[in-house]
Every structure is written in structure tokens, then in C-alpha cells.
T-cell receptor, first 112, second 114 residues
């Protein structure tokens, strides 16, 4: 069964460093998302991406964040200069024309 | 703004007992509703969804949910829980048609005791 794949599963980085979280969405999907879940809190929307551009972003998604679909398969989230409060589980999700989103296993980002 | 409320932060049930997890939503139009499950160390797995039609929907792993428009609820049920059902359960609503972004509840952590 097709699935969304995220790498790495766990990333530890020093404050101020850049990180790139990688996702391979399901192959025929067209809409891509990043969500995050700070420990003990709800899953919250960061950004959506369609047709090679951002379709919506949340207040969290400031200038430190960027997304890219560099080729036909990968979808990345870059955090330019990480802060302690960026520590969270980051989920990639994708969907086809329907409404249902499929999520990856997540990347746990720890900023120290 | 759309919102989802899961009033129970933590529920403990005995293995074999029945389960009901509550979810209330606030949304002006007919919502698209989802339940996801997050097992320890795992991602979010879709359990079931409601778009329209029959208000009782069946999902994977023996779960079902009932949409009640009059109560703005979409409660998740299972007649007999198994130890492997221990997980965090999230109710979510599509809050922006066109973009289809999900608004999640705060989650309910389910503990199963022998």
C-alpha cells in the first residue's frame, strides 16, 4: 500500500542551525502539507503546497520556514535558523483530488 | 473559526470493555470529519471519515463513529477494546475547502488495563 515516507525519523540540531526535513509523498498525490505537534499539544497546520507554490500558511510559518518540491518526488521543509521552540514532531501529509490526507510517520526534531 | 473539542484528555478502560471517545466540532457548514490514531512512536493513521450519507461510519480495526448534526458531535466507538488499541486518538475537521487543511482536536490518550 502506498505511503508517505519521512526522513530522518529523528533529528537533533543545535540552536541556530539549518535543518531540512524530507518527505516523499504518495506518487499520484497533488496536494502536500506540513503539520507539527509540539510535545503534549495538538497537531497544528503549518503550510500547504499545490502546483509548485504555497497555497496557505499559518502564522507559525514565518520567514524562517520554507518548503520546496525540488523534483517530482520529494517535498522538503527547511528551517533556516532553528530555535528551541521549534522542537516538535513534524508530519508531512499528501492527498490526491479527494479530501482525505495521508500522513507520514513524522520526524522528531530536537533543538538543543 | 472552525474548532474541534475533545473533552477527555485521558481515558482508561479494561481490555474487552466498550469504548467511546467524544468529539465536538464547531463549523458552519456540513463538515468533513476524521478520526486519526497515533500509536506510540508512530505517525497518524486514518481510522475513519465522514463526508455525507449514512451517519454511522465504519473504520479500520473495528472502530465506528456516528455523526450527530444536532449535537455537533462525531464520537468514536469500539464495542470491545484490545491492548493494541492503546494510543492517542485525534478528531479532525476539514476547515478550509479548497485547501482542505485539517483542524485537529487536542487528542485523547487511551490506556488499556488488563
Amino acid at each position: 500500500e502506498p505511503e508517505v515516507t519521512q526522513t530522518p525519523s529523528h533529528q537533533v540540531t543545535q540552536m541556530g542551525q539549518e535543518v531540512i526535513l524530507r518527505c516523499v509523498p504518495i506518487s499520484n498525490h497533488l496536494y502536500f502539507y506540513w503539520y507539527r505537534q509540539i510535545l503534549g499539544q495538538k497537531v497544528e497546520f503549518l503550510v500547504s503546497f499545490y502546483n509548485n507554490e504555497i497555497s496557505e500558511k499559518s502564522e507559525i510559518f514565518d520567514d524562517q520556514f520554507s518548503v520546496e518540491r525540488p523534483d517530482g518526488s520529494n517535498f522538503t521543509l527547511k528551517i533556516r535558523s532553528t530555535k528551541l521552540e521549534d522542537s516538535a514532531m513534524y508530519f508531512c501529509a499528501s492527498r490526491a483530488q479527494g479530501v482525505t490526507c495521508f500522513f507520514g510517520q513524522g520526524t522528531r526534531l530536537t533543538v538543543v | 473559526a472552525q474548532s474541534v473539542t475533545q473533552p477527555d484528555i485521558h481515558i482508561t478502560v479494561s481490555e474487552g470493555a466498550s469504548l467511546e471517545l467524544r468529539c465536538n466540532y464547531s463549523y458552519g457548514a456540513t463538515p468533513y470529519l476524521f478520526w486519526y490514531v497515533q500509536s506510540p512512536g508512530q505517525g497518524l493513521q486514518l481510522l475513519l471519515k465522514y463526508f455525507s450519507g449514512d451517519t454511522l461510519v465504519q473504520g479500520i480495526k473495528g472502530f465506528e463513529a456516528e455523526f450527530k448534526r444536532s449535537q455537533s458531535s462525531f464520537n468514536l466507538r469500539k464495542p470491545s477494546v484490545h491492548w493494541s488499541d492503546a494510543a492517542e486518538y485525534f478528531c479532525a475537521v476539514v476547515s478550509n475547502f479548497g485547501n482542505e487543511k485539517l483542524t485537529f482536536g487536542t487528542g485523547t490518550r487511551l490506556t488499556i488495563i488488563p
